[in-house]
């Protein structure tokens, strides 16, 4: 390879680039984008991007860090996989999305109140808790999570849903209280912490 090809392989591999590969899940897989839009087009909810993937891809590899880690176009995947599905090159794009959303967040610069990463977060801890999610209590959480005047707002909206499901028994006032659970909390807390060492030791390296 000649020295010129070389110099143009090593300034569109810019550090950026490089950083996305080393630290988001599938971020290798970046540089294979080839720009059709098969992605956003495929996607239920591409009228509500920032930066359908396809423009975050190409932001990555012109060096656009801020810009990338600070939009809310990570935090929009639903995880509908049609956008995998329908890749000519079958690019893993919403783990790479997914993978985005949780770097920036570990680095502190995602957007702040943006409604999926508050939800994302409400789950997690209430997924802690017991091992199993307590959708009763998650519900009220989604509901309050901006003010209760909000609050009283979404679930008067929704009385008559809830109301159902109780008719149906496919929500107790029991669960508020109590709830299921995994057997042992402290087996999996620790399994957690062990996977996040792990995770920190793959990046530490990969940065090296």
Not at 25 to 30: A, Q
Not at 58 to 80: E, Y
Not at 89 to 108: C, E, V
């Amino acid at each position: 390879m000649s020295d010129l090809n070389t110099a143009m392989i090593e300034k569109y591999r810019n550090s950026f680039l490089h950083e996305v590969e080393a630290n988001v899940e599938e971020g290798e897989w970046v540089k294979m984008c080839m720009q059709c839009g098969v992605c956003s087009g495929s996607c239920p909810l591409g009228n509500a991007w920032e930066h359908p993937p396809q423009e975050i891809f190409m932001m990555i590899r012109a060096g656009k860090r801020d810009d990338v880690l600070s939009s809310d176009a990570m935090w929009m995947c639903t995880s509908c996989y049609n956008c995998i599905a329908r890749c000519p090159r079958g690019l893993p794009i919403t783990h790479i999305m997914h993978g985005l959303a949780h770097y920036a967040k570990r680095l502190g610069l995602a957007p702040k109140n943006q409604p999926t990463a508050k939800f994302a977060q409400l789950f997690w801890d209430n997924l802690m808790k017991k091992g199993r999610v307590n959708e009763l209590k998650l519900g009220l959480s989604l509901y309050f999570m901006n003010g209760f005047g909000e609050g009283i707002k979404t679930a008067l909206k929704m009385k008559n849903i809830g109301l159902g499901m109780l008719k149906t028994k496919r929500m107790s006032p029991a669960e508020a209280f109590g709830g299921h659970g995994v057997k042992d909390i402290s087996g999996l807390h620790k399994m957690i912490k062990k996977a996040q060492e792990l995770e920190d030791a793959r990046i530490g390296q990969s940065a090296k």
